[in-house]
């Protein structure tokens, strides 16, 4: 638990009501809200239940609305059958054929649109094209796109045909992307010449040939689309440009209709082993979660242009660019390139030329523009704006009150959204209309939902200054399923904390850790403090220490390596590594050196998102007589701290002088 954070949201009073002009037009009020919430204490499961019927399409309907025989291997809606790509887009087609799905622009500032219509035709067209390759229900694609619509395209059109996709992001190396291939045994990888970010081409067909000649034995076929147009190199017989996949195909495709339980997708994320876990998601649950969420917390409406900047690679935008909105029939904004491409007004310049009405976006992005000034938003037309969101960390109130006076205008709600991979869609957001907000602290948990705050024994805390774990206590439909190939990983690391108790009604109930620790206040507001275990959260990335640490000692001459986050102004938090080296340790240029060749070794292990920001070589690190390594220690020497603590009980005190000095 972090003190200070703990003590900065202690001292956070200020609370912000939505405008009565808001409130006016929200799709859910105070009062609505307040019977959502009574329907699901009353019977959490029939209130999910109902929604399922009321807000998806289904071909077969559900009998039963939650299995948990198997707890906490729960199954929502299992006899139940249905399509998400249906869902996204066919069901639209008679109400809102004509209507914008997509609005893109690159980085280099070319426009493009995709209507439902037009989107389902390309959609089935690519679905087509990989019925033909014979991938269908059972297999897994792995996706490896830039941020475009062409990577929605690509989701649906394996969700569509009953394929498991499992997006791994573009800015993963081709170690990373080999590691998930080969996780997933898929037999297909979809991918493009390449992407532009930050006024560069990212080579993705050159990191996905490399991935392939360092494994990926399963992969029987790479669909190519061109995005950049450089050259690259196609291997004959195993290579096929997506151009000509579709070639001829039909522009229509029967869904198959897949069981609710059906994995949608697989999509890796960090935790604190080396190896990252394959998060399985279900078809039905999954979709009714984003669905829902995107509906109550952006408040959406018909004529919104929604923008959830986030890439496709990330949870965020699976559920908040690929499949909430759509399956509400809402019209999404997608941009290729990063905020600073001309110039750090190019985020505000797409609100004004889009007219985009909700944006949705990191604290991390928020940090970095409000570094750049006010120029640069005070120079664009926002007032289209009307809703505003954040999501990935926590949401500093500096940034927060930055985000409210010069974007919002002091008049714009902020939802700030908490949620992870594992949780498929939004746990803890405000409600905009329902609701005042205090900035830093991501409110209640939905309607539906139910969160605890408690202590190590796993009894829940009360208290103005109480902190704990955050715990969520009943299942929802869009929980991860499992962890893909290790269902006991899966149990032991959500599920094995607190052993389970038995409920009111003799059923067993078991304790969702999510891993971070939380204040609640006296309004039952939620303050997330950050994680609990080694997980790092960079720029709202998350990455293991464990991770970096394994990438690290890969290199021949790191003998050992340990990594800790240190806070960081922009990101969040920076990547600090303390590297003993085989044989005697460089100094001066030599030492330079290495520190780069590790940074860039990182980068091509993992992706550059891990690379360390500082590495200090040192001749040992500080360790307990039994061998294990004081990371808290370690966290105050990368803090650059005085070294306060105790280490008389350190088998090497000496050490901590030395690693002390380099900070
Ligand atoms: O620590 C929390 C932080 O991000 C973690 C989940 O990361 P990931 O699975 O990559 O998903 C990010 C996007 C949903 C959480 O355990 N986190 C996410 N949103 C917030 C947050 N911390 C504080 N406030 C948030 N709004």
Request: hydrophobic content about 40%.
């Amino acid at each position: 638990m972090s003190n200070e954070n703990l003590q900065s949201v202690l001292g956070e009073s200020r609370v912000f009501p939505p405008s009565a002009e808001f409130v006016a037009k929200a799709r859910v009020n105070a009062e609505k809200l307040a019977e959502m919430k009574a329907a699901a204490a009353a019977d959490y499961v029939g209130f999910w239940a109902d929604l399922a019927r009321k807000e998806l399409s289904w071909a077969t309907p559900f009998q039963t609305a939650l299995d948990d025989s198997k707890a906490p291997n729960y199954q929502w809606f299992p006899d139940g059958t249905l399509n998400a790509s249906y869902n996204c887009l066919d069901r639209h087609i008679a109400t809102r054929g004509d209507k914008i799905a997509i609005r893109y622009e690159g980085e280099k500032g070319d426009v493009k649109t995709w209507t439902f219509r037009q989107l389902l035709a390309d959609v089935s067209k690519l679905a087509n094209g990989l019925k033909s390759l014979g991938i269908g229900k059972g297999d897994r694609v792995v996706i490896y796109l830039p941020h475009s619509p062409e990577a929605v395209i690509a989701m649906q059109a394996c969700a569509r045909i009953g394929a498991t996709h499992s997006v791994v992001f573009g800015g993963f190396s081709a170690g990373s992307l080999k590691d998930r291939i080969d996780d997933t045994g898929a037999r297909i990888i979809i991918t493009a010449d390449g992407g532009n970010r930050g006024g560069h081409i990212v080579d993705l067909k050159k990191a996905c040939d490399e991935a392939l000649t360092l494994g990926c034995k399963s992969i029987e076929k790479v669909v190519v689309g061109i995005r950049t147009g450089h050259s690259i190199n196609m291997t004959p017989g195993r290579d096929i440009l997506w151009s000509d996949l579709i070639a001829g195909v039909s522009d229509t495709c029967e869904p198959e209709f897949v069981g609710a339980e059906h994995p949608l997708f697989l999509l890796y994320t960090s935790g604190s082993t080396g190896k990252p876990k394959g998060i399985q998601h279900s078809t039905g649950g999954y979709l009714l979660g984003a669905m829902v969420s995107a509906q109550w917390i952006f408040d959406l409406r018909e004529d919104d242009l929604f923008w959830c900047t986030a890439d496709v690679g990330w949870v965020t935008g699976h559920s908040y660019v690929c499949y909430g909105p759509l399956a509400g029939g809402t019209t999404v904004m997608i941009y290729e390139g990063v905020p600073t491409v001309p110039d750090a007004g190019r985020f505000w310049k797409i609100c004004q030329d889009h007219g985009v009405t909700i944006f949705y976006t990191a604290p991390t992005a928020i940090r970095a523009l409000m570094k750049s000034g006010e120029t640069f938003p005070n120079s664009y037309d926002l007032s289209k704006l009307r809703l505003l969101g954040s999501v990935g960390e926590p949401i500093n109130p500096e940034a927060w009150m930055w985000f409210h006076r010069v974007i919002g205008k002091e008049k714009l709600p902020i939802v700030d959204t908490w949620w992870q991979t594992e949780t498929g869609s939004t746990m803890m957001s405000p409600i905009p209309g329902a609701m005042p907000t205090k900035p830093g602290s991501c409110t209640q948990p939905l309607p539906g939902i139910f969160a605890d705050v408690v202590d190590e024994a796993g009894v829940p805390v009360e208290g103005k200054t109480a902190g704990g774990y955050l715990v969520i206590t009943k299942p929802w439909p869009s929980m991860l399923r499992t962890i893909w190939g290790d269902n006991e990983r899966y149990i032991k690391t959500y599920f094995g904390q607190f052993p389970p108790t038995t409920g009111p009604d003799g059923r067993e109930q078991w304790l969702y850790v999510a891993g971070d620790s939380t204040h609640r206040d006296e309004d039952g507001y939620y303050w997330i403090l950050g994680r609990v275990d080694d997980v790092l959260n960079v720029s709202g990335h998350r990455l293991g220490t464990m991770e970096v640490e394994s990438a690290l000692v890969s290199h021949p001459r790191v003998a050992e390596a340990a990594v800790v986050g240190r806070p960081h102004e922009i990101k969040g938090e920076a990547i600090c590594a303390f590297v003993i080296c085989k044989g005697t340790r460089p100094e001066g240029k030599e030492a330079e050196a290495l520190i780069k060749e590790l940074r860039d070794h990182v980068g091509r292990e993992i992706g550059a998102i891990a690379k360390p920001d500082d590495i200090r070589l040192a001749d040992g690190l500080p360790k307990t007589r039994s061998g294990k390594i004081m990371r808290r220690l370690l966290r105050s020497i990368a803090k650059g701290e005085e070294i306060t603590q105790d280490i008389s009980t350190l088998e090497n005190p000496a050490i901590v002088a030395q690693l002390a000095a380099k900070a």
